[in-house]
Protein backbone atom coordinates (compact mmCIF):
# COMPACT_ATOMS: atom_id res chain seq x y z
CA UNK A 1 0.00 0.00 0.00
CA UNK A 2 1.17 3.55 -0.56
CA UNK A 3 2.11 5.47 1.79
CA UNK A 4 -0.49 8.52 2.44
CA UNK A 5 0.79 11.33 0.15
CA UNK A 6 0.42 13.57 3.53
CA UNK A 7 2.35 11.46 5.93
CA UNK A 8 4.01 13.59 8.48
CA UNK A 9 2.93 17.09 7.60
CA UNK A 10 1.25 19.72 9.37
CA UNK A 11 -1.45 21.75 7.09
CA UNK A 12 -3.34 24.63 8.20
CA UNK A 13 -6.35 24.97 6.31
CA UNK A 14 -8.70 28.57 6.37
CA UNK A 15 -12.31 28.64 6.17
CA UNK A 16 -12.64 25.10 7.18
CA UNK A 17 -15.75 24.92 8.47
CA UNK A 18 -17.71 23.90 4.90
CA UNK A 19 -17.38 23.40 1.23
CA UNK A 20 -13.70 23.61 -0.66
CA UNK A 21 -12.31 24.30 2.74
CA UNK A 22 -13.87 20.94 4.91
CA UNK A 23 -13.89 18.53 1.98
CA UNK A 24 -9.44 19.18 1.98
CA UNK A 25 -9.36 19.01 5.49
CA UNK A 26 -11.09 15.47 5.53
CA UNK A 27 -8.92 14.33 2.54
CA UNK A 28 -5.69 15.43 4.21
CA UNK A 29 -6.77 13.36 7.56
CA UNK A 30 -6.86 10.49 4.91
CA UNK A 31 -3.61 11.21 3.65
CA UNK A 32 -1.63 11.35 7.01
CA UNK A 33 -1.66 14.90 7.64
CA UNK A 34 -2.32 16.67 11.50
CA UNK A 35 -4.29 19.34 10.71
CA UNK A 36 -4.91 22.73 12.37
CA UNK A 37 -8.38 24.40 10.80
CA UNK A 38 -9.94 27.73 11.09
CA UNK A 39 -12.85 29.67 10.69
CA UNK A 40 -14.74 32.45 11.70
CA UNK A 41 -17.26 30.36 12.51
CA UNK A 42 -15.58 28.89 15.45
CA UNK A 43 -18.23 25.99 16.59
CA UNK A 44 -17.96 24.69 12.84
CA UNK A 45 -14.14 24.95 13.30
CA UNK A 46 -13.95 22.78 16.40
CA UNK A 47 -16.82 20.51 15.67
CA UNK A 48 -14.58 19.43 12.38
CA UNK A 49 -11.45 18.88 14.07
CA UNK A 50 -13.84 16.81 16.55
CA UNK A 51 -14.86 14.33 13.93
CA UNK A 52 -11.39 13.94 12.33
CA UNK A 53 -9.76 13.55 15.43
CA UNK A 54 -6.31 12.29 15.14
CA UNK A 55 -5.20 15.63 17.19
CA UNK A 56 -6.78 17.77 14.92
CA UNK A 57 -7.31 21.12 16.30
CA UNK A 58 -9.69 23.94 15.60
CA UNK A 59 -9.41 27.30 16.25
CA UNK A 60 -11.67 30.55 15.79
CA UNK A 61 -9.91 32.85 12.95
CA UNK A 62 -10.38 36.20 11.64
CA UNK A 63 -8.21 35.79 8.52
CA UNK A 64 -8.21 39.54 8.33
CA UNK A 65 -6.90 40.31 11.34
CA UNK A 66 -2.73 40.49 11.73
CA UNK A 67 -3.26 39.36 15.95
CA UNK A 68 -5.48 36.25 14.93
CA UNK A 69 -2.55 35.59 12.62
CA UNK A 70 0.20 35.20 14.86
CA UNK A 71 -2.39 33.28 17.50
CA UNK A 72 -3.03 30.63 15.35
CA UNK A 73 0.40 30.66 14.09
CA UNK A 74 1.66 30.53 17.80
CA UNK A 75 -0.54 27.81 18.66
CA UNK A 76 0.54 25.77 15.52
CA UNK A 77 4.14 25.78 16.87
CA UNK A 78 3.09 24.82 20.46
CA UNK A 79 0.83 21.77 19.31
CA UNK A 80 3.44 20.86 16.33
CA UNK A 81 6.37 22.65 16.24
CA UNK A 82 6.26 23.18 12.33
CA UNK A 83 4.67 24.19 9.45
CA UNK A 84 4.46 22.28 6.23
CA UNK A 85 1.09 23.31 4.29
CA UNK A 86 -0.89 26.23 4.35
CA UNK A 87 -4.21 26.80 2.50
CA UNK A 88 -5.43 29.96 2.16
CA UNK A 89 -9.06 29.09 1.47
CA UNK A 90 -11.58 31.55 3.47
CA UNK A 91 -13.51 34.13 1.19
CA UNK A 92 -16.20 35.51 0.52
CA UNK A 93 -18.50 36.45 -2.56
CA UNK A 94 -20.61 39.49 -3.62
CA UNK A 95 -22.09 40.23 -7.12
CA UNK A 96 -23.42 43.56 -6.98
CA UNK A 97 -23.97 46.36 -9.41
CA UNK A 98 -20.54 48.50 -10.02
CA UNK A 99 -22.64 51.55 -9.45
CA UNK A 100 -24.72 50.05 -6.24
CA UNK A 101 -21.49 49.00 -4.84
CA UNK A 102 -20.17 50.77 -1.53
CA UNK A 103 -16.45 51.74 -0.75
CA UNK A 104 -17.47 49.77 2.38
CA UNK A 105 -19.02 46.51 0.30
CA UNK A 106 -15.62 46.87 -2.03
CA UNK A 107 -13.04 47.17 0.85
CA UNK A 108 -14.57 43.81 2.79
CA UNK A 109 -14.13 41.68 -0.34
CA UNK A 110 -10.33 43.10 -0.65
CA UNK A 111 -9.83 42.31 3.04
CA UNK A 112 -11.17 39.15 2.88
CA UNK A 113 -10.17 37.35 -0.22
CA UNK A 114 -7.00 38.98 -0.93
CA UNK A 115 -5.60 41.36 2.37
CA UNK A 116 -6.20 37.79 4.04
CA UNK A 117 -3.68 35.96 1.81
CA UNK A 118 -1.28 38.37 1.82
CA UNK A 119 -1.02 37.49 5.69
CA UNK A 120 -1.79 34.23 5.06
CA UNK A 121 1.40 33.91 2.96
CA UNK A 122 3.59 35.96 4.97
CA UNK A 123 2.82 34.04 8.18
CA UNK A 124 3.29 31.05 6.20
CA UNK A 125 6.58 31.81 4.64
CA UNK A 126 7.77 32.82 7.78
CA UNK A 127 6.86 29.64 9.64
CA UNK A 128 8.43 27.60 6.69
CA UNK A 129 11.69 29.06 5.12
CA UNK A 130 13.91 27.06 7.32
CA UNK A 131 12.58 23.71 6.28
CA UNK A 132 10.24 24.55 3.13
CA UNK A 133 6.61 23.63 2.67
CA UNK A 134 3.75 24.14 0.42
CA UNK A 135 1.15 27.12 0.41
CA UNK A 136 -1.96 26.85 -1.89
CA UNK A 137 -3.67 30.08 -2.68
CA UNK A 138 -7.45 29.82 -3.70
CA UNK A 139 -8.03 32.04 -6.66
CA UNK A 140 -11.06 31.39 -8.89
CA UNK A 141 -11.92 31.27 -12.41
CA UNK A 142 -13.38 34.83 -11.78
CA UNK A 143 -9.40 35.71 -11.38
CA UNK A 144 -8.43 34.31 -14.76
CA UNK A 145 -11.55 36.06 -16.66
CA UNK A 146 -14.24 38.85 -16.27
CA UNK A 147 -18.02 38.36 -15.44
CA UNK A 148 -20.57 41.03 -14.70
CA UNK A 149 -21.48 42.25 -11.20
CA UNK A 150 -18.24 40.60 -9.56
CA UNK A 151 -15.81 43.44 -9.71
CA UNK A 152 -14.82 43.21 -6.33
CA UNK A 153 -14.69 39.43 -6.30
CA UNK A 154 -12.80 39.50 -9.45
CA UNK A 155 -10.35 41.85 -8.56
CA UNK A 156 -9.79 40.18 -5.42
CA UNK A 157 -8.91 36.86 -7.04
CA UNK A 158 -6.87 38.20 -9.70
CA UNK A 159 -4.69 39.72 -7.55
CA UNK A 160 -4.27 36.48 -5.40
CA UNK A 161 -2.87 34.83 -8.73
CA UNK A 162 -0.24 37.40 -9.03
CA UNK A 163 0.37 38.00 -5.25
CA UNK A 164 1.01 34.04 -5.86
CA UNK A 165 3.19 34.16 -8.83
CA UNK A 166 5.28 36.96 -7.01
CA UNK A 167 5.70 35.30 -3.90
CA UNK A 168 6.61 31.85 -5.73
CA UNK A 169 9.46 34.43 -7.26
CA UNK A 170 10.90 35.62 -4.10
CA UNK A 171 10.97 32.77 -1.84
CA UNK A 172 12.82 30.87 -4.75
CA UNK A 173 15.29 33.78 -4.99
CA UNK A 174 15.82 33.90 -1.65
CA UNK A 175 17.02 29.83 -1.72
CA UNK A 176 13.56 29.11 0.05
CA UNK A 177 12.16 25.97 -0.11
CA UNK A 178 8.54 26.98 -0.34
CA UNK A 179 6.16 26.12 -3.38
CA UNK A 180 3.72 28.32 -3.71
CA UNK A 181 0.47 27.96 -6.11
CA UNK A 182 -3.14 29.13 -6.50
CA UNK A 183 -6.19 26.88 -7.30
CA UNK A 184 -9.20 28.57 -9.46
CA UNK A 185 -12.37 26.72 -9.18
CA UNK A 186 -15.43 27.10 -11.33
CA UNK A 187 -18.67 27.50 -9.70
CA UNK A 188 -18.80 24.40 -7.13
CA UNK A 189 -21.72 22.87 -5.31
CA UNK A 190 -21.02 24.59 -1.80
CA UNK A 191 -22.92 26.64 0.65
CA UNK A 192 -20.92 30.11 -0.74
CA UNK A 193 -22.40 29.11 -4.30
CA UNK A 194 -25.57 27.49 -2.97
CA UNK A 195 -26.31 31.20 -0.98
CA UNK A 196 -25.45 33.20 -4.07
CA UNK A 197 -27.99 31.26 -6.59
CA UNK A 198 -30.66 31.42 -3.34
CA UNK A 199 -30.52 35.14 -3.67
CA UNK A 200 -30.95 35.68 -6.67
CA UNK A 201 -34.67 36.78 -8.40
CA UNK A 202 -35.27 33.26 -10.10
CA UNK A 203 -33.08 31.21 -8.66
CA UNK A 204 -33.72 27.99 -10.92
CA UNK A 205 -32.82 30.03 -13.32
CA UNK A 206 -29.20 31.44 -12.22
CA UNK A 207 -28.21 27.63 -11.00
CA UNK A 208 -29.40 26.62 -14.62
CA UNK A 209 -27.43 29.25 -16.30
CA UNK A 210 -24.63 28.84 -14.42
CA UNK A 211 -24.49 24.89 -15.10
CA UNK A 212 -24.72 25.79 -18.52
CA UNK A 213 -21.55 27.67 -18.54
CA UNK A 214 -19.62 24.77 -18.10
CA UNK A 215 -19.20 22.36 -20.79
CA UNK A 216 -19.44 19.31 -18.56
CA UNK A 217 -22.54 20.47 -17.82
CA UNK A 218 -22.91 20.15 -13.91
CA UNK A 219 -21.10 22.33 -11.06
CA UNK A 220 -18.19 20.74 -9.61
CA UNK A 221 -17.89 19.49 -5.86
CA UNK A 222 -15.83 20.55 -3.32
CA UNK A 223 -14.20 16.89 -3.22
CA UNK A 224 -12.75 17.65 -6.54
CA UNK A 225 -11.21 20.96 -5.81
CA UNK A 226 -9.66 19.43 -2.69
CA UNK A 227 -8.36 16.57 -4.80
CA UNK A 228 -6.37 19.33 -6.94
CA UNK A 229 -5.17 21.28 -3.54
CA UNK A 230 -3.82 17.98 -2.11
CA UNK A 231 -1.66 17.27 -5.04
CA UNK A 232 -0.24 21.00 -4.74
CA UNK A 233 0.17 20.20 -1.27
CA UNK A 234 2.06 17.06 -1.54
CA UNK A 235 5.87 16.17 -2.92
CA UNK A 236 3.94 15.08 -5.64
CA UNK A 237 3.97 18.36 -7.92
CA UNK A 238 7.69 19.23 -6.01
CA UNK A 239 8.01 21.08 -9.84
CA UNK A 240 5.51 23.33 -9.84
CA UNK A 241 5.25 26.71 -8.40
CA UNK A 242 3.87 30.02 -9.11
CA UNK A 243 1.16 28.01 -11.40
CA UNK A 244 -2.33 28.04 -11.38
CA UNK A 245 -4.46 25.11 -10.97
CA UNK A 246 -7.46 25.06 -13.03
CA UNK A 247 -10.47 22.85 -12.08
CA UNK A 248 -13.62 24.48 -13.84
CA UNK A 249 -15.40 21.74 -15.84
CA UNK A 250 -14.35 23.50 -19.05
CA UNK A 251 -15.36 27.42 -18.11
CA UNK A 252 -12.62 29.14 -18.89
CA UNK A 253 -11.96 26.80 -22.10
CA UNK A 254 -14.22 28.58 -24.09
Same mark, same amino acid.
Given at each position: ?AE?RL??K???I???A?GI?A????L ?6 K??L???? =? ?7 A ?13 T?E?AW??V?A ?9 D??V?NAGI??A?PI &???? &?AQ?? =??IS ?8 G ?5 A ?10 N???I??L??S?L???Y?A??G????M????A????Q????IR ?5 P???DT??V????S??P ?7 Y???Q??L ?10 A?I??L????SS ?5 ? &? ?5 Y???
Amino acid at each position: MAEPRLAGKVALITGAASGIGAASARLFAAEGAKLILTDVN =EAGAKALAAEIGGGALGFEHDVTSEAAWDMVMAETSVAFGRLDVLVNNAGIGRATPI &LETS &LAQWR =EVISVNLDAVFLGCRAGIAAMKEKGGSIVNLSSILGLVGSPLTAAYAASKGGVKLMTKTLALEVAQNGWKIRINSVHPGYIDTPMVAGAISRAPDAAQRKAYLISQHPLGRLGRAEEIAAGILYLASDASSFMTGSE &LVIDGGYTAR
